[in-house]
């Protein structure tokens, strides 16, 4: 398919598989690990990839390719890689990219397991991180350093909601020579594309809006064909590739991405603008609203505001447990992107091996609320918010 003559939906839905001889409609599962060879010659071939063709599905597998390739069509990307999840995709980039001795220059407003990457894991390897504040993106220069070599950043961000300009980030990368990350799980390819701005490669935690049914677990990344190399030797020795399974699953949901994300984006500006004339509600962030504090650059960047919303509910920590215990209808789940409609307090969970110190840091208040919003009726969402936080 070319893809400059097709929408973003046709792409979603006629990106696929070569049909084998049965002609199917629908592409099927290949729940194989390994592939047969014609002969010595082919085998041989095939390992030194002077072929290109499936070996193990370890390396590569039809379901995951047609994941992939979907996933790059909706990004505009050379190449791309699928993980069994999220944080395997952030950790394999990071692993594949880096050598001991290299410092990131990261957005400090990052979900909770990336963090602990940054603060935890990556300096045993000699591996430095140093966050600026996504509210300030005037100091991200002043963090850069001769061994700088990666730019990160979510925007919108995890749990706060915060936006950043990708534009900035793509010339500050330009500048310096840094590889751009961008993290566009809340956003999904549909509402945000960074490589337009300057990214060089974006992930994915496709647990998500992506499969939109807390269903299964994946991550991708796609991005710059070199890196993507990189990016894929690595994980061809160190294993953490997608089942053929999951990645049938994701394929067959982005089919319907758009049509979902629409609805979530919908409902979601609805339940933004109820809690924010709610009395108990001291702050809401949604980035489609005009309070917003990065509305305009949301409006420039963003098709739409995505289904996630951050509010501060006075009272704090204890407040926020009481909003939880009092809810009815909604769930209360660590996961976002569902048709469920979910609330999370993260001080208390995704965050709460974070000091007090470093929540605040991260945009992260005792009394913050993290809602993802579903496709049930909104009346009914709002309803059962309404009666909890009175």
């Given at each position: ?20 001889q049965f002609q199917e409609h629908s592409t099927p599962l ?278 996630i919303i951050a509010i501060e509910i006075e009272g704090g ?20 992107g569902d048709v469920k409609t979910i609330v999370t307090h ?45």
């Amino acid at each position: 398919m070319n893809e400059q003559e097709f929408g973003f939906e046709t792409l979603a839905i006629r990106t696929h598989l070569e049909k084998t001889q049965f002609q199917e409609h629908s592409t099927p599962l290949f729940l194989s690990s390994s592939f047969v060879f014609e002969d010595a010659e082919d085998m041989r071939a095939s390992f030194t990839e002077e072929k290109v063709r499936n070996i193990y599905s370890r390396f590569s597998n039809p379901n995951t390719t047609e994941f992939v390739d979907k996933v790059c069509a909706m990004e505009g990307a050379e190449a791309g890689y699928a993980f069994a999840t999220g944080m395997a995709a952030i950790y394999s980039t990071f692993a594949a990219l880096l050598e001991s001795g290299d410092h990131i220059v990261s957005a400090g407003s990052v979900f909770g397991s990336t963090h602990a990457l940054f603060m935890t894991y990556f300096p045993k390897w000699k591996i430095e991180t140093s966050y600026f504040d996504i509210n300030k993106p005037e100091t991200i220069e002043s963090f850069i350093k001769p061994n700088t070599k990666i730019l990160y950043a979510e925007t919108p961000t995890n749990p706060g909601v915060d936006v950043i300009d990708l534009e900035l980030l793509g010339a500050i990368a330009k500048k310096h020579n840094l590889i751009l990350i961008i993290d566009n799980c809340f956003a999904t390819p549909y509402i945000q594309q960074p490589i337009k701005y300057g990214a060089h490669l974006v992930i994915h935690s496709a647990t998500k809006l992506i499969d939109g049914q807390g269903r299964v677990l994946g991550g991708v990344v796609v991005g710059e064909g070199e890196l993507i190399r990189q990016i894929y030797l690595f994980s061809r020795n160190t294993g953490p590739a997608m089942s053929p399974f999951n990645a049938w699953v994701l394929s067959k949901s982005l089919e319907t991405l758009a049509v979902r994300v629409d609805k979530h984006c919908e409902n979601a500006l609805k339940v933004a603008e109820f809690l924010e004339s709610h009395p108990n509600v001291k702050t809401v962030k949604y980035p489609f609203l005009k309070s917003h504090p990065k509305y305009e650059i949301a409006k420039k960047q963003m098709l739409l505001g995505g289904n996630i919303i951050a509010i501060e509910i006075e009272g704090g920590l204890e407040a926020g447990r009481k909003f939880l215990d009092k809810i009815k209808l909604c769930s209360l789940s660590a996961n976002i992107g569902d048709v469920k409609t979910i609330v999370t307090h993260p001080a208390s969970t995704t965050h709460s091996k974070l000091s007090e110190e470093d929540q605040l840091a991260v945009g992260i208040t005792q009394g913050l609320v993290r809602v993802s919003v579903g496709l049930e009726t909104v009346a009914d969402v709002i309803a059962d918010l309404k009666q909890a936080l009175d």
